[in-house]
């Protein structure tokens, strides 16, 4: 195309080499970005003040800061959340931590590609409502135009943008401030860059065991970001990973509660029944309550149910011997573990929490 | 040729648009739609009787879908596609939005505006004048086309990037709504949303590969003359075969609230039940050929 290359002619003569925005800080790789939504340092600035802002929810008492808070690695720190109007969800939030290297999207979804795509069920799902801007679209872009900030904002993002202030410029602004929440800087990655002193004798044993065939940890929460679902640079995705821990049995057959059955949702293939996407180990200690419906509460408590192979629940709804659920991942064949070798898995567990970005001041709220 | 042969084609740009090969040309269409009620009116904030397979009492929350692939069929059985015109707010991109529920009563999830015809352009011979042609049967599929289905919601033009029809968590769209307010004194909520399902994505391509399931009826309707008939919707077909009176075991209860819904993946009983009048396997989303819903007035 004669015309986009006379553009390009154009663009180089005018500023020589492309501003370079450095967002990945040393040690992690670099994400893939979809290529209709490049990362500069503007959107992500604007990103954070709409992260942060409660306009974005229907009766505006919400925003997506709400229930993902920067120093629980962007979780709320409870089982499921509240939406903005009283609705629960049926999932725990997941931590907004590495997941620009996250190949899809949610628990257990399989089509959510990007995160372009996947804050439209936060903004404007119905069931159950979380943000609730379900056919208000038009009204939310009406509130932006009349908050004094977004004027420069939006044009320093989208300086091409006759008028930015468009739902799509807000999907991509969030997800590029999302994309920018990189966590690398945690005692593990000091002392995997040369730090001997950055590790306690007792992390570097729970390192061995978590890496060991007896525990079988590594599998499944495998590489830099302690999950099997990872893309960047050099690595393409590799889609379709989702496991099945044992956490349920409801009905002898592998049965997991109604409305959360994971993968099974999508595909109605029996085997997919309960089989949920790994979420990073990455500030693993401070995003109690675990699992995909926050139904365990401590790290000692996820250590007994994969010990077990799989959780028992003895009585009520959801009884049931997760052990022998025939849907099972093979990793989880359950382990013997001494008080001092689950002492220092958890000691290896917490050397991944990264201080320094859970009180990064630019990832904080600007309002 | 006798010069007198040619004298009609020679004279068609004159009273109608478009071009003349094998006599047809393009002339604007208009497709009325009414909801009805078995045989009222539909209305939002209206009780209706009789519904269900037990005869039970409700009141409407929604009813809206999309229609593409329209066609026109003349009486040699000859189909005739429908361009949908588009009007940047209920037709476009191929689709058209029909909505029949004002935000009124129950409808609150809804939009306040309706849109019950499709306006479009059909390619056949002439049907006005001398020698005109008349069309006698009507042919649309529900849903929206797999290729514009899993776009970026954002990025789409009217009405595909409707936020109240998009299934954001299974990124594509609701191609079908059908809700409504049942149980007397312990009200509780019934709806069938159907939507393709079982779509396996390509993160490397940002696209979706496929859907096992695409959910997207045929809808035939014979004896349909587009000038003179209108297009019946039944919601109270929708929920034939369903026993209303009382929440069935398949319901859910959320934060107090009963919801006995098919979100097209299940649960297999009820989705079975509410598929069947659109003339829809829920097995495999193939056609049955056997809908209810629709009826040519």
């Known amino acids: 195309m004669p015309s986009r290359l006379l553009r390009a002619v154009i663009l180089l003569a005018a500023c020589g080499e492309p501003e370079a925005f450095d967002w990945v800080p040393e040690g992690l790789p670099v994400p893939l970005v979809p290529e209709e939504n490049p990362m500069t340092a503007a959107k992500v600035e604007l990103g954070r003040h709409l992260f942060y802002d409660?306009?974005?929810s229907g009766n505006q008492t919400q925003a997506c800061a709400t229930c993902h808070l920067q120093e629980l690695a962007f979780t709320d720190g409870d089982a499921v959340s509240e939406g903005s109007t009283g609705q629960h969800t049926r999932r725990n939030a997941m931590a907004l931590v590495n997941i620009a290297y996250t190949t899809t999207y949610t628990w257990a979804n399989p089509v959510l590609l990007t995160l372009e795509q996947q804050m439209l069920t936060p903004l404007f799902g119905d069931d159950p409502v979380e943000l609730g801007l379900r056919g208000m679209e038009d009204e939310l872009i009406e509130r932006l135009r009349?908050?004094?900030r977004y004027a420069g904002l939006f044009a320093d993002a989208f300086p091409d943008d006759g008028d930015p202030l468009t739902l799509t410029n807000v999907t991509h602004a969030l997800a590029s401030f999302e994309r920018s929440l990189l966590s690398g800087d945690s005692p593990y990655d000091r002392y995997t860059r040369g730090d001997p002193d950055a590790l306690s004798e007792s992390a570097r044993r729970?390192?061995?065991?978590?890496?060991?065939?007896?525990?079988?940890?590594?599998h499944c929460h495998a590489g830099f970001n302690f999950q099997d679902s990872v893309a960047y640079a050099g690595k393409p995705p590799r889609n379709g990973i989702f496991h099945n821990t044992g956490l349920y049995n409801i009905d002898g057959k592998g049965g997991y509660p109604a409305g959360n059955t994971g993968l099974h949702e999508f595909t109605g293939v029996a085997a997919d029944m309960g089989r949920f996407r790994v979420p990073t180990l990455r500030n693993i200690a401070?995003?109690?309550?675990?699992?995909?419906?926050?139904?365990?509460?401590?790290?000692?408590?996820?250590?007994?149910?994969?010990?077990?192979?799989?959780?028992?629940?003895?009585?009520?709804?959801?009884?049931?011997?997760?052990?022998?659920?025939?849907?099972?991942?093979?990793?989880?064949?359950?382990?013997?573990?001494?008080?001092?070798?689950?002492?220092?898995?958890?000691a290896f567990l917490e050397s991944l929490t990264d201080e320094a970005f859970l009180t990064d001041p630019a990832l904080a709220d600007p309002w | 040729?006798?010069?007198?042969?040619?004298?009609?084609?020679?004279?068609?740009?004159?009273?109608?648009?478009?071009?003349?090969e094998g006599g047809f040309v393009e002339e604007p269409v208009k497709i009325s739609f009414e909801a009805r009620v078995a045989g009222e009116p539909f209305k939002c904030g209206q009780d209706f009787t009789g519904l269900g397979s037990d005869g039970a009492t409700g009141?409407?929350?929604?009813?809206?879908?999309?229609v593409h692939d329209v066609r026109l069929i003349t009486e040699d059985g000859a189909e005739h596609p429908v361009d949908i015109e588009d009007d940047g707010d209920y037709q476009g991109g191929g689709v058209a939005l029909l909505d029949f529920e004002d935000g009124s009563g129950n409808c609150i999830n809804g939009t306040n505006s309706i849109h019950t015809t499709i306006t479009g352009i059909v390619r056949a011979a002439p049907r006005h004048g001398a020698g005109a042609n008349h069309f006698s049967g009507l042919r649309f599929r529900i849903g929206v086309p797999e290729d514009v289905n899993h776009d970026d919601l954002t990025a789409l033009p009217s009405p595909l990037n409707d936020t109240t029809m998009s299934w954001s968590w299974n990124y594509g769209h609701i191609f079908f709504a059908a809700w409504g307010v049942f149980g007397g004194d312990a009200p509780y909520t019934a709806g069938l949303h159907v939507g393709s399902i079982g779509c396996e994505g390509?993160?490397?391509?940002?696209?979706?590969?496929?859907?096992?399931?695409?959910?997207?009826?045929?809808?035939?309707?014979e004896g349909f003359d587009v000038d003179a008939n209108k297009v019946i919707v039944d919601w109270g077909a929708v929920w034939a075969q369903l026993p209303l009176a009382a929440p069935s075991a398949d319901c859910e209860e959320m934060d107090g609230e009963t919801t006995c819904a098919c979100h097209s993946f299940g649960p297999d009983a009820l989705c079975t039940t509410l598929f069947t009048p659109l003339g829809l396997d829920w097995k495999d989303g193939k056609d049955t050929s056997n809908q209810s819903v629709f009826r040519v007035q």
């Open chain 2, 202 to 221: 390509d993160a490397m391509a940002g696209q979706i590969v496929s859907c096992a399931n695409s959910n997207r009826p045929e809808i035939a309707l």
């Open chain 1, 54 to 56: 409660t306009r974005l």
């Open chain 2, 59 to 66: 009141t409407p929350q929604d009813l809206r879908f999309y």
């Open chain 1, 206 to 218: 729970g390192a061995a065991l978590f890496s060991s065939e007896r525990l079988e940890c590594f």
């Open chain 1, 146 to 148: 009349a908050e004094p």
């Open chain 1, 286 to 346: 401070v995003t109690a309550p675990y699992m995909h419906d926050g139904s365990i509460a401590t790290l000692s408590e996820v250590l007994d149910h994969y010990a077990a192979g799989g959780r028992t629940i003895a009585a009520g709804p959801y009884a049931g011997v997760g052990r022998d659920n025939p849907y099972k991942s093979g990793f989880i064949r359950g382990f013997e573990l001494t008080a001092d070798e689950r002492a220092d898995v958890i």
């Open chain 2, 1 to 20: 040729m006798h010069p007198l042969r040619i004298l009609p084609l020679l004279l068609l740009p004159a009273f109608a648009c478009g071009d003349e």
